[in-house]
Structure formats: C-alpha cells, structure tokens
C-alpha cells in the first residue's frame, strides 16, 4: 500500500448530500447535465435555482441495496424506514409526522433524505433485501464484499488540466481497484452493454479512474460494474468494462470538461440548441434499413 494511500489525504466522510452540496469541485453527474443540458446545469450548479432529484423510488431502492450490499452491518444507520400502517391512526400519523419534518417537507416522497440517511417503504426495503441476497451468495461478489476497502468515500483531487473534480465510489480497494453496484432490469451482457452506453457508464469509469489514480497514483487497479438484476430471481453479474470503452469515456469527458471551463470563463449558460431556425431532426442510423 503506497503512503499516499495510507494517510487518505484525498478522502472524506460525509453524506450523500453534502457531497452534491459542494459544486465547487466537478463530478461525473454534473458532467452528465453538461451534456444534456447547459440550461439545466447552470439551474443546478451554478445559479442553484433547481433542486437535485432526490424523490424517485428507484433512487431509494439503489440506495438500500448498496447499502446492504456493501454496509450491511450498519445497513439500519444508513436507511429510514418509512412507517408502514394506516396512516389515519395516531401513532402512524405521528411517526410519519417525525420522519417528514426531519426531511424538511410535509409528505413523502418529497424528499427522500434525512441526514443524509435514505426513507424507503417497507415494499422498497424487502425487494432491496432480496436482491442484496442473491448478490452476495455471488462467489466474486462475496470475496469483494469482504475484502478491505473504502465504502462510500468521498474523494476530491486537482486536475492539472480541467481542474477540481471529484467522485464518490461504492468501494475503493487499495490497491486501486473500483467496485460499482448497478441495479437493472436487464443484466445480460448484450442489455448491460446497450445500458453502459445509454446511461454513460463508460464515461462514469473513465472519470472515476482518472480521480482515483490522481489520488493513489496513474493505472492502479482495474474497474469492476456488478450488476444486480432488479426482478426475479435477482441474478447478478460481474462485468469488467473494456479499456477501449473506457477510453471512449475519457475522450467524451475531457471533451465536456473543456467546454465547461470555456462556458465559465464566458459566463455563457446558453442552449447549445436555441436559434432562430428549427433544428433537423432525424431518425438514429440504426433505425433505417441496412440497405438504405
């Protein structure tokens, strides 16, 4: 273990929240809005008048599963449990009541965190512990799950280029390794790849290894996605992206880095796509006949 590694100057313990409080420093998900939107990244990040997405089921359910997953010996500090039962009776009303007013809003699912701590129903908590199940009688996942490793470390670094950028992984080896926690309806190797681009897993990898090796140090450790499937019977595989999938990943980032620092120094938040004249539109290429 390098020194550097041992003294952990780059990592912090904190909450969810507080890592996405701090827009000073450039993450993945803020790369990903600079992508789809200028607008919206500017209403997020830079004049804050849009509030991060903090309500939807599927945010809650990931959220129990990684926990259970890789905390599960202190899954219940990390979970709110939502109170179950009629919520006409007092004590429900009451207890619902408590939950609510931590979370600063008057009914669920307005906001779904408490300190930091996630509210999920009891439907979301059983369907999370099923699938943390089978993810850990996974013989690869089990041994990961057990290894030493950071678990939900925040870890900011200084570019030289492109400047603060920061990540927060689901577990850091430290040898370097990355472990990512993926929950999908489709876990198969030809979905996961179609999802992986979709979704910008690539470019997840690709930004999340360049923060880890300017913390630990260049091409240390490799990249691993364990996804769980979310319905029946859970299944779960390990996949290791490929570096030439990775490396499309770090190509589109610095792209969208640059631009981010180009647009700072402009103090221009316009649309990429505004003007006067309607914009073509077409079909992707894919969608035609082969023979077109």
């Known amino acids: 273990m390098s020194a550097a590694t041992t003294a952990r100057p780059f990592f912090q313990d904190e ?20 992508r789809n939107s200028i607008p919206r990244y500017h209403g997020l990040y830079v004049a804050k008048t849009i509030e991060r997405d903090r309500d939807s089921s ?36 009451q207890a619902r009541d408590r939950v609510c007013a931590a979370a600063g809003h008057s009914a669920l699912p307005k906001v779904r965190t408490v300190n930091g701590r996630m509210i999920v129903t009891k439907d979301e ?17 089990k041994e ?29 080896f430290p040898a370097g390794h990355v472990l990512e926690i993926k929950t999908t309806r489709r876990s198969s190797p030809e979905a996961f ?18 923060v880890r090796d300017l ?9 691993l996605f364990v996804t769980i499937c979310s319905i029946e019977p859970y299944e779960t595989i390990v996949y290791r992206l490929e570096p030439s999938a990775i490396e499309v990943g770090r190509n589109e980032n610095q792209a969208l880095l640059i631009e981010l620092n180009a647009r700072r120094r402009a103090k221009d938040w316009s649309s990429r796509w505004g003007g006067m004249e309607p914009r073509y539109l077409d079909l992707p290429h894919w969608a035609y006949p082969k023979d077109r």
């Open 144 to 172: 990961l799950v057990e290894m030493d490793g950071f678990c939900e470390q925040s870890v900011r670094v200084v570019h030289p280029e492109f400047g603060q950028m920061k990540a927060r992984f689901d577990k850091l």
């Open 193 to 210: 790849s179609r999802d992986t681009h979709a979704f910008g897993y690539h470019r997840q990898a690709a930004f999340y290894e360049d």
């Open 58 to 93: 599927a945010l809650a359910l990931g959220s129990a599963v990684h926990a259970l997953v890789l905390q599960p010996a202190i899954a219940n500090d990390l979970i709110v449990l939502w109170p179950e039962g009629d919520g006409k009776k007092t004590e429900v009303k």
């Open 15 to 34: 909450t969810s929240d507080e890592y996405h409080a701090d827009t000073a420093y450039v993450s993945h998900s803020a790369l990903d809005e600079i």
């Open 215 to 223: 913390a630990l140090g260049a091409g240390q450790g490799i990249f």
């Open 125 to 141: 908590w059983d369907e999370a512990s099923k699938m943390a199940d089978s993810a850990r009688k996974h013989p690869l996942v």
